[in-house]
């Protein structure tokens, strides 16, 4: 599978389990059930139903752009700021072509979740996650599905390594940016993690969620639906689960060490720390025993259909496809003697700038070509160049 639209079939109705069929005018029916599909993102939250009945009103009515504004402003619960009015955000659906994703999410008032999206591809705990795709990953053909997807940032990742990439997210709004800036040809659809799952078990090879399954409510469950996904010969990936044991930014409803162990047995367990390490030097990442990570602030686990304990992934290159040209960091900005980090809060500063893999100063030029320059990938590995979308 691959593109954008999900194939006929794919998808099942969150409450009554049957086949949801496509309709010309941005439907998914069944038997009695119809829900919405705005950019070919199927919106199947059980837990906004009446949202859901508003929007499949408005689109049989033509009014898309009603429906997809109503679409954007449903937040989650751990929301700072609250959302725009339904006419800000028709604004936003009626200018997308002439906004970049920063002005799109300030204009969608995503606050400081926006300096984290913004900046997501030079964050460390985004390295780790590369990192660990690298284990998770098959050699040759694969495909993966990230639970709590967001923008789409390693959906990107994924298809730029050939990967067949979908997600899925409870924020109709993180998907929508994820279409149209980062990630356009991913197949996405907006449901409910602790709902019966609209994608179907054994449907693709890697199952993957990052920097949010600590968020999760019904964690067993939601393991549980992880590891129906992934079949009986597939690969669960959980990375950077903060640490109910340790001192974390947002941290959510964290697990110990040990319960996140017993909800994927037999799993592979990282420091989330090493991992990102291990991604900005180019080796492979070393596993620990959960004693051994108490004391972590975060860790990621590995799990497969039929046991793990040995076995490592074969992509060791994973996150470094990109085009010709890099970028430098966009974090950097320029001083009298080169480029100088500029945090874009005092928050972020504290997460992230401790485990930080890029100088602090920089004196090279704004991009360079991987073509020419032999430590390109030294420096795409340690996000001292990226490459960012091109409405970034």
Known sequence: MTGAVWPAGALRSPLSGRILDARGNGLLVADGEAWPVI?????????????????????????????????????????????????????????????????AMEALGFGRVGDYFAHRWTDPTFLSGLALLGQALPVGPASAFELACGAGHFLSALQRAGVDASGGDLVFA???????????????????????????????????????????????????????????RGTVAVGHAHNAE?????????????????????????????????????????????SALRPAAALSLLWRAGGVSGATGGRTGFGTESGPVLRLNPLYRAGSDGAEIAWPSARYEQEYAALATYPTRWSGPDAIDRAVEPDAEALLRRRVYVELPDRW
């Not at 949202?51 to 504004?69: K, M, N, Q, S, Y």
């Not at 941290?251 to 420091?271: I, K, M, W």
Request: some cysteine; aromatic content about 8%; hydrophobic content about 45%.
């Open 39 to 103: 950019d070919d993102i199927p919106f199947l939250r059980t837990n906004r139903a009446g949202l859901a009945d508003e929007a499949v009103r408005l689109i049989g009515a033509g009014e898309t752009v009603r429906a997809t504004a109503l679409l954007l402003r449903d937040q989650d619960p751990y929301a700072p700021d609250p959302p725009p009015s339904v006419e800000a955000c028709e604004e936003v659906v009626r200018d997308r072509d002439g906004l970049g994703f920063r002005s």
């Open 174 to 232: 993180k998907l929508w940016l994820a279409r149209h800036f980062v990630s356009p040809d991913a197949r996405l659809v907006c449901f409910d993690a602790e709902a019966a799952w609209p994608v179907a078990a054994g449907a693709v090879d890697t199952v993957f969620c990052h920097d949010a399954f600590y968020f999760l409510p019904d964690k067993p469950g939601i393991a549980s639906r992880m590891r129906r996904l992934a079949g009986d």
């Open 246 to 290: 340790a001192d974390n930014h947002s941290a959510g409803a964290p697990l110990t060490v040990a319960a996140y162990a017993s909800l994927f047995p037999g799993a592979r367990l990282f420091d989330d720390a090493e991992l990102t390490a291990a991604f900005a030097s180019g080796r492979t990442p070393v596993s620990a025993e959960a």
